[in-house]
């Protein structure tokens, strides 16, 4: 997939069917319009575009009005979100900056200069709730006339829904904030998982006995955090059983190495000797959060978190054996 950020790029192609949204964590409502859209490119013959933005619409306005509470938590890294993108199969990402030239764009304007002069959009896919421009101003009603007057197709897909249920970025972020990660697995279609090159901390964890490979989350208010189960995916690719805080580590300095952002910081329970002592830094891995231990903890010093920390490798160990129990029932019962 190639990735532009902005749509004034001369290897832009010059026509195009796409879709627009924030498509935060691609869940499964996502994933089938992505597929819709591909279908329709491909009749065309011309190549499928996924325009997105960033920083996230609602982050720019909270930031305006200076309400940082009005910010939606964010599923995924912008990095994660093109992972998935490409795996659905899309050709071409744009990613619109969201500032102040964009957010006063009429609705007009942004049909005529981004769709049409920009990206040279000859269909285009939006949600049931698709609002665009200056206000909110434009709609599917407002796309389609322009559609009908320019001379390209618009079309619109209704909401997905899973048991019942609208599958949505806001249902993924109940999900996670609730700690129900199995049901954000079924929104997404896939275990919510992060993914990063390690970076460097305070190499606490090594000198406590619990080696960690720490990964930030570039937005500052994560929809999951918490200590997780986890398995993390790095160099071959083989899984490795681990135990994840992901929050701001509420029992350590706030002005350590890190400067007090989002981490992910993950302990393999077993720690693989190919990686060596510095072996994870620079690499890029993925980390799967599967199941949720708790909250984070504030512990009173270091000696009580090296005792929480044992604790939650245990209760994770004991996930995975329940995990191994549970496949291995299945097994024989499909013997039988």
């Not at 065309?44 to 200076?66: I, K, M, N, Q, W």
């Not at 960690?212 to 490795?240: E, Q």
């Not at 029992?251 to 302990?267: F, I, M, Q, W």
């Not at 980390?287 to 708790?294: A, G, I, M, N, P």
Request: positive net charge; contains cysteine.
């Amino acid at each position: 997939m190639k990735i532009f950020r902005g749509h004034h790029h001369p290897q832009l192609a010059s026509e195009c069917a796409l879709t627009i949204g924030n498509f935060d964590g691609v869940h499964r409502g996502h994933q089938a319009m992505l597929a819709l859209l591909k279908n329709e490119a491909r009749h065309r013959g011309v190549p499928s575009c996924a325009v997105t933005f960033e920083p996230h619409p609602r982050d720019y306005f909270a930031a305006l009005a200076r309400k940082p509470e009005l910010a939606p938590a964010r599923i995924a890294t912008l990095r994660d979100k093109l992972v998935e993108l490409d795996r659905c199969g899309i050709d071409q990402c744009v990613i619109l900056p969201f500032n102040a030239r964009l957010a006063s764009q009429p609705p007009e304007v942004f049909i005529e200069e981004v769709l049409l002069k920009g990206l040279g959009a000859r269909y285009v896919l939006v949600g049931d709730d698709f609002r665009f421009g200056l206000k909110r101003a434009g709609d599917y009603a407002m796309l389609d006339a322009a559609g009908d007057r320019l001379d390209f197709d618009v079309a619109r897909m209704n909401s997905y829904e899973v048991s019942k249920t609208r599958v949505s970025s806001s249902a993924v972020r109940h999900a996670l904030a609730q700690g129900d990660m199995a049901r954000a697995c079924s929104l997404l279609g896939r275990p919510y998982s992060i993914s990063g090159h390690v970076v460097h901390g305070r190499k606490l964890g090594r000198d406590l006995g619990f080696r960690t490979l720490n990964l930030r989350f570039s937005h500052w208010k994560p929809a999951a955090s918490g200590i997780f189960a986890v398995l993390v995916y790095c160099l071959d690719n083989k899984p490795l059983r681990g135990v994840a805080n992901l929050g701001i580590r509420p029992s350590l300095d706030p002005d350590d190495v890190n400067g007090g952002r989002v981490l992910l910081e993950t302990h393999c329970l077993d720690w693989p000797t190919r990686l060596g002592a510095e072996g994870a830094y620079g690499k890029i891995i993925r980390v799967e959060l599967l199941h949720k231990l708790h909250d984070e903890l504030k512990y009173d010093g270091l000696d009580s978190l090296k005792t929480g920390i044992a604790r939650d490798c245990q209760d994770a160990r004991a996930f995975f054996a329940s995990m191994h129990l549970e496949t291995t029932r299945q097994t024989t019962r499909d013997r039988i």
